[in-house]
């Protein structure tokens, strides 16, 4: 690797800068540019219907504005400005864009396309930076900047014949990422003074990372350079359009708002050219989780993204923020832990409680996701994970001194099938290991009387039980009497050769609703060499669960 024919990118000479201790206290405007950025980042672009559909997408998650295409490059792109226009599918409160190179016939032709609309974004551009002006143009910075004059000239000159459309000027000077600082400024000032701004009527200055080239932080002073230096401030709206050439397109985004942008322009999930364009769902959802509303609808992110995969052919890595899979499952056992210790006390606690879950930065409900897949078990899991799972999938509630036990079977099976298990499959293991064994000790037959005290006496009732058990394959006929069904059973079974053992710690809940309502019941022996075993009982009695469960631990 040759690193050496890479330099750094230069430091923007800036002085008392202020964005870093600026906060995001308010959304930005908003600007989709899935139909047209997007879509031209498609392997197989949207057809007409598509684009529809994902227009109707982005109109009711609350974009007020949408890029909708390139109307003068192709008759797809005019054709859908067409449908949107002549049936009526533009709500009152939105407004469109539209893309055009600054070029006469151009301009003509997407003023054509815009016919009968009452208002518009008119987004001209043209690049600016040493490397387009040197290799793509052979032109000066003077000749650039009057490129820029000129096309603002020709939507000027047009618009004298638009009728009744109010437009609003975007200007971006392509790759301003890579442009001196000072001459986009610059170029940018000549497009505001030639378009008129005002109050009234504000421009856009559109300052795009068409490639990332700088780390966020130098983006951020670049953006409060322009902001501080760019005159008539208040008659400019200042946007952000980042790509993630780094990676870094959230940071870049989010540090360009703290110095003084106050609109984005970007996709859902982030799909553009090479590696994408800014993901607005993860920036607007970042500032959801810090007490900022976003003024867009991701209440059902699911159907969100279903809806994107099935108009773009698109997939959604199972780790992107917020929308993967993944994202809300742990397989660390620690994690896992901490999850269910967390998921646990939010039960008890009002539902606009300050979120603080360990390991999950936003309430899964909120955007539509569910608790149930948090946890996922595999042989990286640890024994709060199959506990949690047999709890909120099942209605299996193990006491805490069973899940080091659970996690323990449950991992040597992940690790032995060497991928993810399923909750189903941790039930039947649950099943398999602790309610399913018969051997080697079986209850062919089992009856209790109740011998109650003589009437007025202190006398307390008493339990008799009667049993016929298989140990090790011989069968025995067995009876005690105890203070319960349990007691009298543990009584009985020391007239068998099993090992002598003492019941420790015994629990028991309830599990189902109505006539499907059982017991299930835990008990934890220790045997007289000091080992201690855990069991579990399964019956509609409660005190056959426990003698089930007593079954269950002399069978591990």
Not at 101 to 112: I, P, S, Y
Not at 121 to 147: D, L, M
Not at 422 to 433: D, N, V
């Amino acid at each position: 690797m040759k690193s050496e024919k890479y330099v750094p990118y230069p430091k923007v000479n800036i002085q008392n800068r202020k964005w870093p201790d600026a906060s995001i206290t308010k959304a930005p405007v908003w600007c989709s540019v899935d139909l047209r950025d997007g879509n031209q980042a498609l392997v197989n672009p949207m057809g007409i219907e598509q684009k529809l559909e994902f227009f109707d997408l982005l109109v009711k998650l609350g974009f007020k504005e949408i890029e909708v295409g390139f109307p003068s490059s192709s008759d797809t792109e005019f054709n859908f400005l067409r449908r949107l226009i002549e049936e009526n599918r533009i709500p009152e409160d939105v407004t469109i864009q539209v893309l055009c190179q600054a070029r006469e016939h151009l301009v003509l032709k997407t003023f054509e396309a815009l016919r009968g609309l009452k208002k518009a974004i008119f987004h001209i551009y043209n690049s600016t930076s040493p490397a387009q002006r040197k290799y793509t143009f052979n032109k000066s910075k003077e000749e650039i900047k009057q490129i820029a004059i000129d096309g603002v000239r020709c939507v000027k000159n047009c618009l004298k014949e638009a009728g009744d459309l109010k437009v609003r000027l975007e200007y971006s000077p392509e790759s301003f990422s890579n442009t001196e600082i000072e001459y986009a400024v610059e170029i940018c000032e000549a497009v505001k003074n030639e378009w008129g701004a005002s109050p009234d009527n504000k421009i856009i200055l559109n300052l795009p990372t068409t490639v990332e080239c700088a780390s966020p932080n130098i983006f951020a002073d670049q953006i409060e350079y322009f902001c501080t230096h760019i005159t008539e401030r208040e008659n400019c709206i200042i946007s952000l359009h980042p790509h993630n050439d780094r990676g870094e397109g959230i940071a870049t985004c989010e540090m360009g708002l703290l110095a003084g942008a106050d609109r984005v322009e970007g996709t859902l999930f982030g799909n553009g050219e090479r590696t994408g364009n800014l993901d607005i769902v993860t920036v607007a959802l970042n500032m959801y989780t810090q007490g900022v509303d976003p003024e867009l609808d991701f209440s059902d992110v699911p159907a969100i993204a279903e809806k994107y995969v099935q108009l773009t052919d698109m997939p959604i890595h199972p780790r992107t923020p917020y929308a993967g899979e993944l994202v809300f499952t742990a397989f660390s056992g620690s994690h896992q832990d901490a999850i269910r210790k967390g998921m646990a006390a939010r039960l008890k606690m009002p539902e606009n409680a300050v979120w603080d879950v360990p390991y999950i930065p936003l309430d899964p409900h909120d955007i539509g996701r569910q608790y149930e897949g948090i946890i996922r078990i595999n042989s990286q899991s640890g024994k709060g994970g199959a506990a949690f799972i047999l709890e909120s999938d099942y209605g299996i509630l193990p006491p805490k001194g069973m899940h080091p036990v659970i996690g323990a079977v449950v991992k040597e099976a992940a690790d032995k099938a060497q991928r993810e298990l399923q909750p189903k499959e941790i039930l039947e293991i649950f099943q398999k290991q602790w309610i399913g064994r018969t051997s080697p000790l079986k209850i062919n037959e089992l009856n209790e009387t109740h011998l109650e005290g003589a009437t007025g006496a202190e006398t307390e009732e008493k339990v008799s039980c009667i049993a016929n058990v298989e140990w090790q394959g011989q069968v025995y006929n067995i009876s005690a009497t105890g203070n319960g069904p349990l007691d009298a059973f543990v009584a009985a079974m020391r007239k068998t050769p099993a090992p002598r053992f003492n019941i420790t710690q015994f629990h028991e809940h309830s599990i189902g609703t109505g006539s499907d309502t059982r017991a299930m019941g835990y008990v934890q022996i220790t045997m007289e060499d000091g080992r201690q075993v855990w069991g579990v009982g399964r019956s509609s009695n409660v005190g056959r669960a426990g003698v089930a469960a007593v079954v269950s631990a002399l069978n591990q």
